[in-house]
């Protein structure tokens, strides 16, 4: 699985580029500004970009638009964003097209390898890794006509679970109920948001993330 990584400090850029490739990753390019980004995603084939928002020359977002950049010219890249802070216009940028493979960690939050790549292949393969503060952030904040205000409080919690990319058995572990309840939630949560629930849990995961940005733009 080959990786572009954009990373400005040095350390952490060869400590990512150290531990992807002790599991199994290809690093096809290790990059420290966003012009250098830009050009790896537009000349290398790779599965996941793993990017840090704020990047040299200007230290603003440069990292977070050569990767929507890239995911214009090729839709559903997956892309796997680091950031020091919550970033809601950031995020909902990165649902916006709803075509899978997006994650969003916050740096100081990643307690361990195992957690960091796992969330890694999970992008990879078009799915989601969301950090809890950052479905919070994007969960907050509603109006009482918006469709969310409607879910009961276990609702949200399946909600948001789904958004950091559960499966419905991991779910279920994680809340103590049966695997038959979160599916009743899930339902209920589709028909509440005026989704079609799909069997496959990427799809129903980023559709909802997807309903989720269009309302935090309202």
């Known amino acids: 699985m080959r990786v572009v990584l954009a990373e400005d400090l040095f350390l952490l850029r060869e400590g990512l580029c150290t531990l992807l490739t002790a599991h199994g990753f290809t690093v096809a390019a290790a990059v420290a500004s966003g012009p250098e980004l ?14 840090d928002v704020r990047l040299p020359p200007t230290f603003t977002d440069e990292g977070l638009q050569a990767a929507l950049e890239a995911r214009r010219r090729r839709p559903g890249l997956p892309v796997l964003v680091l950031s020091q802070h919550v970033e809601q216009l950031y995020a909902r940028e990165l649902l916006a097209d709803g075509t899978g493979g997006i994650g969003y960690l916050l740096k100081d939050r990643v307690l361990g390898a195992a957690e960091f790549v796992e969330a890694v292949r999970r992008v990879a393969d078009g799915g989601t890794a969301m950090d809890p503060e950052v479905v919070a952030k994007l ?20 909600l948001a679970l789904m958004a950091e990319g559960y499966s419905n058995a991991a779910i279920a572990a994680r809340l103590f109920i049966s695997e038959s309840a979160v599916g009743k939630h899930s339902a209920s949560i589709f028909g509440k948001l005026g989704i079609t629930a799909s069997e496959e849990t990427n799809r129903r995961v980023l559709a909802v993330l997807a309903h989720l940005n269009g309302s935090a733009r309202q």
């Open 38 to 51: 830009r050009r790896a995603l537009a000349e290398m084939e790779l599965d996941v970009a793993v990017v």
């Open 139 to 158: 969960l907050g904040g509603r109006h009482r006509d918006d469709p969310l205000a409607t879910l009961t409080p276990r609702e949200r919690e399946v």
